[in-house]
Nanobody
């Protein structure tokens, strides 16, 4: 049974940093590309960042670019999202997702193309 478990969310002030983690089990982690998405109340789930199964290629939304860093540790079945210079508009539930891929360096930004999802972790940024 595949499980993705996010952690690291919380309440912070604008300008602060958070590091989200996602622990994966029940899958061959090195064969999965990963993604982070977020969903604010009343809004659709939006793409934040993606990483290739190798961990060597990353891609970010315009809002995340330059502030967030996505990393993958295939040895420990973990991914991390380092979020710096947080803004109130970053407030949302953050979800990690996994997609089985063949390409070592491909990334996926579309919500509907991911195979597995975690339960999410709340990030709240106060002004």
């Amino acid at each position: 049974q595949v499980q993705l478990v996010e952690s690291g969310g919380g309440l912070v002030q604008a300008g602060a940093s958070l590091r989200l983690s996602c622990a994966a089990s029940g899958l061959t982690f090195s064969t999965y590309a990963m993604g982070w998405f977020r969903q604010a109340p009343g809004k659709e789930r939006d793409f934040v960042a993606a990483i290739s199964r190798s961990g060597h290629v990353t891609y970010y939304s315009n809002s995340a670019k330059g502030r967030f860093t996505f990393s993958k540790d295939n040895a420990k079945n973990l991914v991390f999202l380092q979020m710096n210079s947080l803004k109130p508009e970053d407030t949302a539930v953050y979800y990690c997702a996994a997609k089985a891929v063949i390409s070592a360096n491909g990334v996926t930004t579309e919500v509907g193309r991911y195979d597995y999802w975690g339960q999410g972790t709340q990030v709240t940024v106060s002004s």
